[in-house]
Nanobody, 121 residues
């Protein structure tokens, strides 16, 4: 059974920094991509950043230049370094990966438990 365990998060003032970490375990398949999503109250969950095992990255426009994702495919860990945080970054952040289910052509999302990030003065 795939498990994603997150750590980090907390309360920070605007302009501050926080780091999130996530470790994946239990997969029978190679993990090719890991990602961070977030969900603010009353809003849909959105993709914040992702990284493939060959180093390709994606960032949400509003976090470009402030957030950095790093995926260690040997250890199946992913981190998200968040700098210059803004109140608009306040949300629950979720670690994610997408893996084969074992059925031909079928994939499933796996999620961490979520960690709260609050940016407030």
């Amino acid at each position: 059974q795939v498990q994603l365990v997150e750590s980090g998060g907390g309360l920070v003032h605007p302009g501050g920094s926080l780091g999130l970490s996530c470790a994946a375990s239990g997969s029978s398949y190679s993990i090719d991509v890991m990602a961070w999503y977030r969900q603010a109250p009353g809003k849909q969950r959105e993709l914040v950043a992702s990284m493939t095992r060959d180093g390709r990255t994606y960032y949400l426009d509003s976090v470009k230049g402030r957030f950095t994702i790093a995926f260690d495919n040997a250890k199946n860990t992913v981190t998200l370094q968040m700098n210059s945080l803004k109140p608009g970054d306040t949300a629950v952040y979720y670690c994610n990966t997408n893996l084969p289910t074992g059925r031909l052509g079928e994939y499933a999302d796996h999620w961490g438990q979520g960690t709260q990030v609050t940016v407030s003065s």
